[in-house]
């Protein structure tokens, strides 16, 4: 069979049967009557012939020969971390885990939001703050979110700017200044070794330790700071937190950094969960991710996201961040490695680091070179008048690479994994003798930190290996992931993520290779990113891409930067205004503030589509400030709308420019490409479309495809920045730290194209859109589907509209979601892109059976809602207002329910077979607003009482 048949979720005979149902003679009849001809692509997407799984596999081991791994010493914001098997087996290679999603629905989410709440405390109790968000994208880019987020939450210093320390990694301060530049905010690059600059201060950002490995006190220009009533934001290694005091104790506001060297690879860049720490109180301007402790229908503790969860798409240009997809799986191996070695593991590792490290310093200090900083953690720079390159070949004969600065200097950072033996072999090649460590390294005592920390029992419980794979297993029981049910959330397209794609991304050649490694030894990289590159082209129609953003929202904000510049190398400054329909996805909005624009509102007409003639007084009202129209296509509402090109030629007439948010592009793989019917800029999901999970919440990849004129805007290298953080011949800004992005997982999205070629993406979209309309039809009568297209067809996509219902029986969509799960089922998107709707997208990889499940549940449910209407139960006892019911419930001894136990758990007889429960019942989750926790409660909370 080939892997297409695989991908796809209806038999060939299901899918005859389910066109009769819909009435059509065929797949391409269908496909007909939903896409518009006036989009539609003549001719085939330019593609190679798709292979097999096993030959695709073959062909991407190829290029993973091509690679070359050796002992990576670079640094620069990358360490050798070795990551424990047990959990790459049992988190990053298991489907309970990566299949799932962004916790929105907490009830089937307990094991993912467990875990997550655990990375958030590592995170609190080592950098000493209060609050900690449960991860951002990069460690450049959280960078970048302090800097903004000082300016928010400084009420005291209005109007003032921020300055960074020259010592943060190049591509930290890159990052940074695109995003200062972009919304405006002044800011100064300052060697603070000559204090702190003058005016207007509102925030400063401290490196600790440096680009070059040193280490300062920083306390005194924290205390100087406050005095000014600046805000501190420290930008510091986790893991040198085992030993140095923790910025909290130093006085800083917010921590941020990189999480990665907590037992993760490099992933030839990423991803990598950056994190985020705030003190009490700054809790409602974070950006982010935020997991909070409340209570179940039991009392019993229960987490669930807290606060500005899904606030972009409430609060639109006003949230505090662009962010949607984070780095959630990456932070729960974080959170897993620090629960793995505790407290003593990881300052006994940290310990050995820098030991080592200061052997190496000793022996090379020995050999006649100058060591630059005395005081440093794991990262030594040697200096070495003129002979830079010459140690960097030496090193490389060695087996190692490691970092060159300039010409007379080089950086080596001593990783979890490197031995005695390379250790010695590395100084013997460059002349030393390997030795014991000179006490002038030691970490001085004033540095250290003395205060206990990691001291709950969850940093103690797991050191064996069994107990560790157990609680991951108890874990992944506790939630939904693809691998038990079908996912069908709409916007998300949670397809399947196939075996054979997941495979190579922990191959060594792969997951091994630093970022910054010679070119030489990342052949098979550049040669896997050079067809993906080209077959995304192909696909979209577009003219150049780039991989870089690691989330659709970051693609969303590169894409808008480019507009702006394109508009302001035009001599078009007055272009600050970006339409936006008021149905799009929340984030597109966020973006636009990130980049500096202003939003104005298109209104929906009644069939859903975009109001034209709001559109066209919208453009008679901004005229020469539109910088253009941000577009979701097809809608949000699941349907291709017709007037597309029309919409495109307006805002072209208008001289603005046309963001097609590709995040669907599910439906219209081989029909219609973006880049050819109106767009000039779009971002993709592969974390949607091309197969990538979504892990919890991330890793994202949000590739930005443009046309020709808009190429020269996509986001430039950060390590070809300069020390003001610009790049050569004026090149655009990047978005994240690594030039590609989330690289390591890019070899999903690879294997998928490379196994379905032209055809299987087409039936891939013939499917996915063929399955949403079954959907649609077999549950119009009783929830009507509220926008149709032509034919009273959907795309791959529908909003069923329960208002009706709710208005006669007081039922809810969310009721709904949560008796959902009683069948074990994960809940479609709720209230989105309308309140009191559910969004239902299938996917191509569900079968007919699995459909029909659903299609059951919906209408058992249906049932229990008319009951409540026709007033034979009220809806405080109904049994979907009381919705989920745990085992616990069921199994009460007492029952004074006005139904059944049998109805509560199993209300489909199918369900007797195979029954997921959930951990816990219904979640308060404004009394978890109200209250906010964020620590791991105390053992004693879940003492097990009837
Ligand atoms: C998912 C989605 C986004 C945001 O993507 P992230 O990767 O979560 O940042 C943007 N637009 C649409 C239409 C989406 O469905």
Known sequence: MSFIDR???????????MLETLGYSSLDALMDAVVPSQIRLDGELQLPAPLSEHEAQAKIAGYAAKNKVLAQMIGAGYYDAVTPAVLRRNILENPGFYTSYTPYQAEISQGRLEALLNFQNTVMELTGLEIANSSLLDEASAVAEAAVMMHRANRKVKNGFFAIDSRCLPQVIS??????????????????????????????VLAYPGNEGDIRDIEPLIK?????????????????????????????????GNTQRFGLPFFFGGPHAAYMAVHKGMERTMPGRLVGVSKDSAGKPAYRLALQTREQHIRREKATSNICTAQALLAIVAGAYAMYHGPEGLRAIANRLHTNAARVATALKSAGYGIAHDTFFDTVVVEAAGRADELVAKALEAGVNIRRFDENRIGISVGESHGEELLKGLVEALGGTLGEADAQYDLPAELLRTDDYMQHPIFHKYRSETEMMRYLRHLADKDLALDRTMIPLGSCTMKLNAAAEMEPISWPEFAN???????????????????????????????????????????????????????????????????????????????????GLKVAGVATAADGSIDVDDLKAKIEKYGPKVAGIMITYPSTHG??????????????????????????????????????????VSHLNLHKTFSIPHGGGGPGVGPLAVREHLAKFLPGDAYRADAEGKLPNDAALPISQAFFGSAGVLPISWMYIAM???????????????????????????????????????????????????????????????????????????????????????????????????IEAMETIYDEIIEVAEGKVAVEDSVLRNAPHTVDVVSADEWDRPYSRTQAAFPVPSLRANKYFTSVGRIDGAGGDRNFVCECPPMEAFDLEA
């Open 756 to 854: 379905t070629g032209a055809q299987g993406l087409k039936d891939s979209s013939q499917y996915a859109v063929l399955n949403a309309n079954y959907i649609a039809k077999k549950l119009n009568d009783k929830y009507p589907v509220l926008y149709t297209g032509p034919g009273g067809l959907v795309a791959h996509e529908c909003i069923l509209d329960l208002r009706q219902l709710t208005d006669q029986s007081h039922v809810t969509a969310e009721d709904v979601c949560k008796r959902l799960m009683d069948f074990g089922f994960h809940a479609p998107t709720l209230a989105f892109p309308v309140p009191g709707t559910l969004m239902v997208e299938p996917t191509e990889s569900e079968s007919k059976e699995e459909l029909d499940r659903f």
């Open 639 to 680: 349907v291709f709308e017709e007037q597309v090109a029309e919409v495109c030629q307006l805002v072209h007439e208008a001289g603005g420019q046309v963001y097609l948010d590709g995040a669907n592009l599910n439906a219209q793989m081989g029909f219609a490409q973006p880049g050819k019917f109106g767009g000039d």
């Open 513 to 595: 290779i630093h970022p910054l490694v010679p070119e030489n030894q990342a052949e098979g990289w550049h040669e896997l990113i050079k067809d993906l590159s080209e077959w995304l082209v192909a696909i979209t129609g577009y003219d150049a891409i780039s991989l870089q953003p690691n989330s659709g929202a970051t693609g969303e904000y590169a894409g808008l930067r480019a507009i702006r510049s394109f508009h302001e190398a035009n001599g078009d400054h007055e272009r600050d205004t970006v339409l936006i329909p008021l149905s799009a996805h929340g984030t597109n909005a966020a973006s636009a503030a990130l980049a």
């Open 7 to 17: 991908h796809l979720g209806p038999r060939s005979a299901d899918a005859e049967q």
């Open 224 to 256: 100087a700071a406050k005095e000014r009533n600046a805000l501190v934001t420290v930008v510091a290694d986790l893991l040198a937190l085992t030993l140095l005091k923790s910025p909290g104790e130093l006085g800083a506001d917010i921590a941020v």
């Open 175 to 204: 990052v940074t200044r695109g995003r200062a530049e972009m919304l405006g905010i002044p800011f100064v690059i300052t060697d603070f070794s000559e204090g702190l600059p003058e005016g207007d201060l509102y925030g400063i």
